[in-house]
């Protein structure tokens, strides 16, 4: 059984400052990998689709990676903005039919301050 | 870029009455459409997951009869909670996918208090 787990829980920094959020999972036989994020009462954003072929995604200051081997994810904010203050889950899928489902991580909480 | 409505945003209700919840896809074909529920400060459980036109795959212990799903077309799923008790109360979010290499995209969830 896939599980999936997000270090830290939470997280706390000032603005500006460059972060790392980390996800870890424990079947490297997947698909591919997403990152969300949640802001709270509200649905999940999409933020980065890595597939499992590729190492990296790139959108304006975030940055997702993806070691398939050894089950894990990274994903770089860059001089982080108090907007950027939400829980943020990743999410790996295993099958190769749009049916697959995904497991999330229990997130991470970033709180940037200002 | 590709967009999910859920509606209604909010909704209370009372214990033993039924509530709806819509989930389209606006702008692209959800072949499949998955529920999940969602309770304070933890990450999201997988309900079911509905393929348009057929009947929906149940997470175990999740029961049927009680949350009814129906994925009638491409591009609207529903999910009725059916006798609604006050232990129902949660957050329900659905989302949707296209082709399996297209992002699963998220509605903005549904806070239901049954009272």
């Known amino acids: 059984k896939q599980e999936v787990t997000q270090i830290p829980a939470a997280l706390s920094v000032p603005e500006g400052e460059n972060l790392v959020l980390n996800c870890s999972f424990t079947d490297s036989a997947i698909y591919n990998l997403q990152w969300f994020r949640q802001d709270p009462g509200k649905g999940l954003t999409s933020l980065l689709l890595?597939?499992?072929?590729?190492r990296e995604q790139t959108s304006g200051r975030l940055n997702a990676s993806l070691d398939k081997s050894s089950g894990r994810s990274t994903l770089y904010i860059a001089a982080s903005q108090p907007g950027d203050s939400a829980t943020y889950l990743c999410a790996v899928r295993k099958g190769e039919t749009s049916g697959s489902r995904l497991t999330f991580g229990e997130g991470t909480q970033l709180t940037v301050n200002p | 870029g590709a967009v999910v409505s859920q509606h209604p945003s909010w909704v209370i209700c009372k214990s033993g009455t039924s509530v709806k919840i819509e989930c389209r896809s606006l702008d692209f074909q959800a072949t499949t459409m998955f529920w999940y529920r969602q309770f304070p400060k933890q990450s999201l459980m997988l309900m079911a997951t509905s393929n348009e036109g057929s009947k929906a795959t149940y997470e175990q212990g999740v029961e049927k009869d009680k949350f009814l799903i129906n994925h009638a077309s491409l591009t609207l799923s529903t999910l009725t909670v059916t006798s609604a008790h006050p232990e129902d109360s949660s957050f329900y979010i659905c989302s949707a996918t296209g082709h399996l290499n297209s992002p699963l995209h998220f509605g903005n969830g549904t806070r239901l208090t049954v009272t």
């Open positions: 890595i597939q499992s072929s590729q």
